[in-house]
């Protein structure tokens, strides 16, 4: 009993650490020394946060904490519970350390006014615009009820840096997911993440964000572009073709001719 409700303690406090490191990409902003890069940074931003709330969701972290002694039976053990809590914290340094050395970077600049400057939500448009609204939708969900801290916000002003703290936020997800291994439920979670994008502009787009970088996405997205594409050819031959041809066959078509 007593060991029952030490491992409840600690998921509630290993759910606080989630909920804090998914906010940490809340306060994250582009600044506008990386250019035309912008809307990529920005999307590349949202696809780590939603493999961490991925994992989060697929551990039950997201969840009200009232219910959270239903959870460690067939979710995080006592052993892997501290392991998770190393991890998340470390992501928490990481944010840390890459806003200290944005104030670094900006107090030096001899061009304060430039370095100040941030692109915000507002400056995206079209297919970049509705992916990032979508995936910070699907992220504030998983969190559940918790709410943000009052924190200011503050920028990534180089490229090296951003992609940096994007790799190694990659890796360190990548440690928490082969805590408790869940390739299914991943997989199921990533479904329902793309499962309302009847774009394929947006699935491409979000393809090639994800590539390198979450390949449980980037294989979903796959799937899904290839199964949507077919395989069926309609081959017209003759020297009188004209006109357009514009439809979608599931079946068998015999015994028609164009003429």
Not at 91 to 108: G, V
Not at 125 to 138: C, F, K, T, Y
Request: net charge negative; proline share 2%; hydrophobic share 40%.
């Amino acid at each position: 009993m007593a060991e029952a409700a030490g491992l409840a303690v600690g998921i509630i406090g290993l759910s606080g650490l989630f909920n804090n490191a998914v906010d940490c990409f809340e306060y994250v902003q582009i600044g506008r020394s990386l250019g035309r890069d912008f809307q990529t940074s920005l999307l590349r931003l949202d696809v780590a946060r939603l493999q961490l709330t991925r994992w989060g969701e697929s551990m039950g972290l997201g969840s009200a904490l009232d219910e959270v002694q239903s959870l460690f039976p067939t979710r995080l053990s006592s052993t892997e519970v501290p392991l998770a809590e190393r991890l998340l914290g470390q992501i928490l340094d990481l944010f840390t350390e890459a806003e200290r050395a944005s104030n670094r970077t900006q107090n030096a600049s001899s061009s304060q006014t430039s370095l100040a400057a941030h692109y915000s939500t507002a400056d995206l448009d079209g297919v970049p615009a509705s992916l990032h609204q979508r995936m910070h939708g699907i992220a504030i969900r998983r969190q559940g009820t918790a709410g943000l801290r009052e924190k200011v916000k503050w920028a990534l002003h180089g490229k090296k840096q951003l992609s940096r703290l994007i790799e190694d936020i990659h890796d360190l997800v990548n440690e928490l997911m082969d805590l408790h291994p869940d390739l299914d439920g991943q997989r199921r979670l990533c479904e329902a993440e793309i499962s309302g994008m009847n774009s394929e502009a947006e699935l491409a787009e979000l393809r090639n964000v994800a590539a390198n970088q979450d390949k449980v996405l980037t294989e979903t997205i796959k799937k899904l572009l290839g199964s949507s594409s077919g395989s069926n050819t309609v081959t017209f031959s003759g020297d009188n073709n004209s006109g357009f041809q514009l439809g979608v066959n599931t079946g068998t078509i015999s015994g028609i001719s164009f003429g």
